[in-house]
Each structure stands twice: as structure tokens, then as C-alpha cells.
Nanobody, 115 residues
Framework: QVQLVESGGGLVQPGGSLKLSCAAS????????MGWYRQAPGKQRELVVV???????NYADSVKGRFIISRDNAKNTVYLQMNTLKPEDTAVYYC?????????WGQGTQVTVSS
């Protein structure tokens, strides 16, 4: 059974940093596309960034230059380093992958950027 578990969210002041983790089990993520999405209150879920099996990345324009995705295949974990956070980054952040034609999501982790 594929499971994704996010962690690392919290409350941070504008300009601060957080690092999110997504630990996968039940699947080897080495060759999978892994994505981070976010959903703010009253808004649709949106793609933040995806890292492909070949480690190519695709960032949303709103986070380019501030967020960095990485993967540790030995730990079967994907990370999202978020720098220079803004109030508009406030959202629940979800980890995602597709395996055997099924989409899998984590439970989400709340990120709140506020002074």
C-alpha cells in the first residue's frame, strides 16, 4: 500500500523559511515523478513544483527562486525547502505521486506565514 506522509509545516513570519518532508512507503520513488501541491482557503489546489524521475524540475512561477525541491532516494523522501516565505504562501501543502495509474496524496501539512 502506497503511503505519503508530509511533515514540517508550521507558523513562520514573512521572510522566514521552512522545510517540508514527504516520506513515502510501499513504493520506490527513485523513478517516479513527485510533486508538491498546495491549497489555500477558498482556492483550488495548485501545483507548486514537480521533480521527475530523471530529477528534472518544474516550478510554479510564484515560487521560482524561493522554493527548492530535492529527493533522497536512500530515504525514499522528497523535500521542499521554502525560503523568503510570503503571506500568500499560506496553505495546506500536499505531496503527490502517480503509480500504476493511480494518484496518491498525503494528508497535508499546514503552512501559515504571518506576523
Amino acid at each position: 500500500q502506497v503511503q505519503l506522509v508530509e511533515s514540517g509545516g508550521g507558523l513562520v513570519q514573512p521572510g522566514g523559511s521552512l522545510k517540508l518532508s514527504c516520506a513515502a512507503s510501499g513504493v520506490d520513488i527513485r523513478f517516479l515523478d513527485m510533486g508538491w501541491y498546495r491549497q489555500a482557503p477558498g482556492k483550488q489546489r495548485e501545483l507548486v513544483v514537480v521533480i521527475k524521475g530523471d530529477s528534472a524540475t518544474n516550478y510554479a512561477d510564484s515560487v521560482k527562486g524561493r522554493f527548492i525541491i530535492s529527493r533522497d532516494n536512500a530515504k525514499n523522501t522528497v523535500y521542499l525547502q521554502m525560503n523568503t516565505l510570503k503571506p500568500e504562501d499560506t496553505a495546506v501543502y500536499y505531496c503527490n505521486t502517480r503509480f500504476a495509474n493511480l494518484a496518491y496524496w498525503g494528508q497535508g501539512t499546514q503552512v501559515t506565514v504571518s506576523s
